[in-house]
């Protein structure tokens, strides 16, 4: 029995998606659809040439990069709601130094954009993990708040201080030549840039650090129990507000790619709630940095594809896309309750078949 | 249990999947119309275009697509996709789409574009430009004329030059016929979701009338419906904008500052059709009627024929040059 279950629970984030899918595209079919066709159109419009599948790419870095926000944020046991304050500052950064240093060149710009993006993100998310660690205040709440002091902020700096004059839309000006980023000649015209490495990279590197490193093993000991983690001399508050600050930062990284990777410019609004989407991209892949990239890699072909329902069928539009979205979220939670429930029947017989 | 279930969808997908009859297109010019965030049934300004296009697929058998954007970035997307699929007119409504335009017509010259609101200087693209200040004149004069308080009000949905311009000319036509009139102004927001927040909209509206306003001109897309709540609750007068919103709420609603994005994009489906698709800046003012006031079975009790006499009169003087209406357009300049 228990080694069904263990393979099963290999596989749940597998089955979660095609269940998801599944539903979503009978969901079609009540609409008058072909699910196969739809299937087909999600599928061409997603992967079809090297410009859809850069689409596609395109919007799977920004949600790499928030996928992990709230992933290590989770491995301490926090829930990091504010990813998309967080990428708001980090584009918000990455934008400001590129106005204000416009004459730096390649490859020190770049690098200073992503030093400013990281630590605008970073930040945002320092406040809510030291205001948790020291103060007990509840970081759900606290990035939720902070993500609309980040809208504010962002609005008032782009239309006040750095506003673009020859448009009416509500953007920055134009950073530096030297900070943009190049895209890859394979994808045509997508605005695929060399953030989506950084974003490989930094999911790399999280992996590294969470199950490689004793600072990431004792960074999940307060996440597994507190408790126990301060009993083996590991300070609690200390790793919450590194967790926060950490997971802050690889969402102000999702700036990397907007504004030096595609608009040249912070745009207000650019982000489609990356930061939102993120924790569904964290849930699939139950906080794992690989199996992030892959999720990401979904959900972007999700947002890519769905796009073409409008243009190729009569009764589906792109909102399909959320309806599967949250459907495979569906899917998988509820996976969870059942796992839940079984660990709940099994722990009072202690030693038993677990 | 899941296998069960999964087992079942597939079998009614292959069911489905060999009913399904292939799906094919009317013959004839393929338009695509991509609208902004305030989407289709914003009862105002997508509308509108949505509306032109309509009719232009009754009446000339073109075949039409339409998608409304859910974010910046994909307006250049979804304007490609129409693109690579061959599609020989594809309009952009909407000023946000400027930048993307400008990038994906270059690409495919032999296909044409139209662009609303927006000026894009490129051999393949009609910029569709309307001269909202003077039919913001008018419903300004009315407002003026209609006024008990002397107070009148304005809602702007997005801040950007455009709205100001439709500001800037309806305090013009007030004070024409009200020196003394009062204006408070409002705007909803800074980004594109200002369009769709009507809540936000009725609030300001609720403040404005409370505040000693009895006439309120929106020009905030799919905003205006919470302006015409407030109007319906308190027992005082909007003034739509766009499309014609009398119907909305009849009796309360004293006129719509019509820009008549219907008629310029039928226009270009027809020309695109004949043959005759010219680029270059399409102005629509009120000579040619492309911005007006609207007067219909719902709103004709609330405009006494004094009143419409003098707009009329105003109108008139305004075509024939004896009137200049400031644009906020050139006051920037």
Sequence with gaps: ?354 | MILRRLGWIGASCSLVFALAAPSCFAAGLKVALVLDKGGKDDKSFNSAAFRGVTQAKEELGISLKYVEATDDNAFESLLRAFAQKKFDLIIAVGVSQADAVKKVAPKFPEQKFAIVDAEVDLPNVRSLIFEEHEGSFLVGAIAGLTSKTGTIGFIGGMDIPLIRRFEMGYVAGAKQVNPKIKLKSNFIGITGDAWHNPAKAKELAIAQYSGGADVIFAAAGASNGGLFDAAEELKKLAIGVDSNQNWIKPGYILTSMLKRVDTAVYDVCKDTQSGKFSSGIKRFGLASTGVDYAVDEFNEKLLPPAVREKVEKLKADIIAGKIKVPDYYQKKK
């Design chain 1, 1 to 354: 029995m228990s080694a069904f279950f263990s393979i099963l629970r290999k596989l749940q984030p597998l089955i979660a998606v095609l269940l998801g899918l599944s539903l979503g595209l009978a969901v079609t079919m009540l609409a008058g659809e072909d699910p196969f066709n739809v299937l087909m159109i999600l599928g061409r419009s997603a992967f079809g040439s090297p410009y859809d599948f850069g689409m596609t790419l395109f919007y799977a870095t920004p949600l790499i990069f928030t996928g992990l926000a709230v992933a290590v944020p989770f491995h301490a046991g926090l829930f990091n709601i504010g990813a998309e304050g967080q990428l708001t500052m980090g584009a918000l950064a990455a934008a400001t130094v590129g106005i204000m240093f416009p004459s730096v060149s390649w490859p020190l710009a770049p690098l200073l954009g992503v030093l400013a993006a990281f630590s605008g993100g970073a930040l945002w998310g320092f406040i809510p993990g030291w205001l948790r660690a020291k103060r007990g205040s509840h970081e759900v709440i606290n990035t939720i708040m902070l993500n609309f002091v980040a809208a504010g902020l962002a609005s008032w700096v782009t239309l006040y201080l750095l506003k673009n004059p020859d448009s009416q839309n509500p953007e920055t000006s134009a950073v530096g030549p030297g900070y943009l980023l190049r895209h890859f000649e394979f994808f045509g015209d997508a605005p695929l840039s060399t953030a989506l490495l950084l974003a490989i990279a930094a999911a790399l590197a999280i992996w590294v650090f969470l199950f490689k490193t004793v600072k990431g093993f004792e960074l999940r000991a307060v996440g597994q129990s507190e408790r126990a983690a301060e009993t083996g001399g590991i300070s609690a508050a200390r790793e919450r507000i590194l967790a926060m600050a950490l997971g802050g930062g690889l969402a102000g990284l999702v700036g990397i790619g907007e504004v030096l990777g595609n608009a040249g410019r912070f745009k207000l609004g650019f982000s489609p709630e990356f930061g939102f989407i993120g924790i569904a991209v964290a849930l699939l892949a139950r906080n794992r940095p690989i199996g992030i990239l892959l999720s990401a890699l979904l959900f972007g072909a999700l947002h890519k594809g769905a796009s073409d329902l409008d243009l190729e069928t009569e009764n589906v539009t792109r909102d399909l896309s959320l309806i599967l979205q949250s459907l495979i979220i569906v899917s998988v939670t509820a996976e969870g309750l059942w796992d839940w429930m079984r660990k709940r029947n099994v722990q009072p017989r202690i030693g038993g078949d677990v």
